[in-house]
Each structure stands twice: as structure tokens, then as C-alpha cells.
């Protein structure tokens, strides 16, 4: 049992994210950067709403 107490503070510390590479989120910044190409190229790609038919056809 002390050996159990002993070990989980030094798993805890072992998965702390202190390496200043993260960015909010917990995500690194490579991470946040492809998120945010990704995220220009789905804006780039976007259909105007007003180009979309308001109200469906009757598909029979």
C-alpha cells in the first residue's frame, strides 16, 4: 500500500503536459495549426446559404 502511495504523485507528474509545446487545448502546436488549415480549407470549400433551396422538393 505505501508503495502504491508512493508511485501515484510520480504518475501524475510523468503526465503532466509542462513541455511549453501546447497550445490551449492540450493539443501541441502542430496539432492547432493542422486543425486550423483544416478548418481554412472547409470555409474555402463552404456553400453559400443563400445558394441552398429554402424549402426541399418532393422527392416521389
Not at 508512493?6 to 496539432?31: I, N, R
Request: charged residues 25%; negative net charge.
Amino acid at each position: 500500500m505505501r508503495a502504491l502511495s508512493l508511485a501515484l504523485p510520480l504518475l501524475l507528474v510523468a503526465c503532466s503536459g509542462t513541455d511549453g509545446d501546447t497550445a490551449p487545448g492540450g493539443v501541441t502546436q502542430g496539432e492547432a495549426d493542422a486543425l486550423n488549415d483544416a478548418a481554412a480549407m472547409l470555409d474555402a470549400d463552404a456553400v453559400s446559404p443563400n445558394a441552398i433551396d429554402a424549402e426541399p422538393k418532393d422527392r416521389r
